[in-house]
């Protein structure tokens, strides 16, 4: 299997820009969660998904973020405008629904800077 | 309300001796409880679960934990550190199904040579 992927890996932009993430959960796998990770607040669940339906999203920090989930292996996260407050790790995991199984299952992150 | 409390933030060990990461827990209930690993510029990784089974849970990479309801502890082993083991180490508590994780604020794992 190839794990969650991520993309871009990187990026770099500009204040007032909009920024898209990308990602691909494990084939298979019915809920799809996106993380931020900064030095001041660490990990912070922003949103998930459960067969591509937005279940919670009381962690995204505010209108300027949205995600969507337009099938079952793509997911993306956007920041419009981006500003330089919002540079951090963004992280997305997946995981199934089975009997007891709870385990999450990261992707590498895109880390992002605004400058 | 669920929390985790990761008691170093750091912790320096030479290769070939014991690690031990501390981590504490509060939950009305018998939590799921995970332990991740991040190396640098990488994503998370699943070292462990403890999910109501087996008390003593062992892991990848020679790693395991021991959950003791009684000191709402789940420590971090490994009898011999590594040089790849430095890195970030995350204890993770599960809620709401694995819906919703509760992570500490991390322990940074120094391997001396």
């Known amino acids: 299997d190839a794990g969650v992927i991520q993309s871009p890996r990187h990026e770099v932009t500009e204040m007032g820009q909009e920024v898209t993430l990308r990602c691909k959960p494990i084939s298979g796998h019915d809920y799809l969660f996106w993380y931020r990770q900064t030095m001041m607040r660490g990990l912070e669940l922003l949103i998930y998904?459960?067969?591509?339906?937005?279940?919670?999203d009381s962690g995204m920090p505010e209108d300027r973020f949205s995600a969507k989930m337009p099938n079952a292996s793509f997911s993306t996260l956007k920041i419009q405008p981006s500003e330089p407050r919002d540079s951090a790790v963004y992280f997305c995991?997946?995981?199934?629904?089975?009997?007891?199984?709870?385990?999450?299952?990261f992707g590498p992150g895109t880390r992002l800077l605004v400058l | 309300a669920q929390s985790v409390t990761q008691l170093d933030s750091h912790v320096s060990v030479s290769e070939g001796t014991p690690v031990l990461l501390r981590c504490n827990y509060s939950?009305?209930?018998?939590?799921?409880l995970f332990w991740y690993v991040q190396h640098p510029n990488k994503g998370l990784q699943l070292l462990l679960k403890y999910t109501s089974a087996a008390t003593l849970v062992k892991g990848i990479n020679g790693f395991e934990a021991e959950f003791k309801k009684s000191e709402t502890s789940f420590h971090l082993t490994k009898p011999s550190a590594h040089m790849s083991d430095a890195a970030e180490y995350f204890c993770v508590v599960s809620l709401e199904y694995g819906n919703k994780l509760v992570f500490g604020a991390g322990t940074i794992l120094r391997v001396k040579s």
């Open positions: 995991a997946s995981r199934r629904q089975s009997g007891l199984e709870e385990t999450q299952y």
């Open positions: 939950s009305s209930y018998s939590p799921s």
């Open positions: 998904f459960n067969n591509n339906v937005p279940i919670d």
